[in-house]
C-alpha cells in the first residue's frame, strides 16, 4: 500500500528555468517530510525536510511547499542546474526515529 | 561527523547461496539503523530497522533477515536467496529526528 506517492516518474527541465516535483500522500497521521536527492549507484542523500506545522522551508535554491489539506507537498529548485539532474524521493513519517515511508522517485534532466 | 559504511558494494550471487551484508556506522552512539531495498523500477522499501543492540523490527515478511550484533553494527542476512532478492540494498542510520542519513549501497545480482 503505497502511502506516498509521486506520480510523475520523469521531469526534464531546461538550465536556468524552476523545477517542480510533487508528491502526494494519503496517512494524515505523517506529521514531518523530507526530500532525498539520489545520483545512480549511490545511497540518497538528504536535501530539505518541513514539518507539518508549517506550510514552507526554504534553503538556498531549494524550497518545499506543504498543502496539508491536500496532502500535498511540492519541491521547487530554482534555478535548476545541470548537477541537480538525478532522482528526487518523497519521503513522510509519523514518528520520529523510526520509518520513513518513500515514494518512487521522479528523474529529473536538466538540459543546458 | 557521521560516516556510515557498506560493503561490498557489488555482489553477483547464484541462487540458493547465502548473503551476509554488512554495515557500519561511526562518530554516533545508539543510532537507529535501518536496512532498505530499490528494486529495479521501485522506490525505497524498508526491510528492517534496529533501535538498539539485538533489537530488529521487520516491515516485510522475506527470505532475508538482519542482526545487530554491537551498537554500530548492522547485518542483512540470507541462508538461500532468490532472483527476487536481486536490487540495491541501503543502510541508514537516524536518531531521535526523523532524518535518515544513507550508506553508499550495495549492488546485488542473484543470477
Known amino acids: 500500500d503505497q502511502q506516498v506517492k509521486q506520480n510523475s516518474p520523469s521531469l526534464s527541465v531546461q538550465e536556468g528555468r524552476i523545477s517542480i516535483l510533487n508528491c502526494d500522500y494519503t496517512?494524515?497521521?505523517?506529521?514531518?517530510f523530507l526530500w532525498y536527492k539520489k545520483y545512480p549507484a549511490e545511497g540518497p542523500t538528504f536535501l530539505i525536510s518541513?514539518?507539518?506545522?508549517?506550510d514552507k522551508n526554504e534553503d538556498g535554491r531549494f524550497t518545499v511547499f506543504l498543502n496539508k489539506s491536500a496532502k500535498h507537498l511540492s519541491l521547487h529548485i530554482v534555478p535548476s542546474q545541470p548537477g541537480d539532474s538525478a532522482v528526487y524521493f518523497c519521503?513522510?513519517?509519523?514518528?520520529?526515529?523510526?520509518?520513513?515511508?518513500f515514494g518512487k522517485g521522479t528523474s529529473l534532466l536538466v538540459t543546458p | 561527523s557521521q560516516t556510515i559504511h557498506q560493503w561490498p558494494a557489488t555482489l553477483v550471487q547464484p541462487v540458493g547461496s547465502p548473503l551476509s551484508l554488512e554495515c557500519t556506522v561511526e562518530?554516533?552512539?545508539?543510532?537507529?539503523l535501518y536496512w532498505y531495498r530499490q528494486a529495479a523500477g521501485r522506490g525505497l522499501q524498508l526491510l528492517f530497522y534496529?533501535?538498539?543492540?539485538?533489537?530488529i523490527s521487520s516491515e516485510v515478511p522475506q527470505n532475508l533477515s538482519a542482526s545487530r550484533p554491537q551498537d554500530r553494527q548492522f547485518i542483512l542476512s540470507s541462508k538461500k536467496l532468490l532472483l527476487s532478492d536481486s536490487g540495491f540494498y541501503l543502510c541508514?542510520?537516524?536518531?531521535?529526528?526523523?532524518?535518515?542519513?544513507f550508506g553508499p549501497g550495495t549492488r546485488l545480482t542473484v543470477t
Open positions: 519521503a513522510a513519517s509519523g514518528n520520529s526515529g523510526y520509518a520513513l515511508n
Open positions: 496517512n494524515s497521521m505523517f506529521d514531518y
Open positions: 518541513i514539518s507539518s506545522i508549517k
Open positions: 562518530g554516533t552512539s545508539n543510532p537507529n
Open positions: 534496529s533501535v538498539g543492540i539485538g533489537q
Open positions: 541508514a542510520h537516524g536518531s531521535i529526528s526523523y532524518e535518515q542519513y
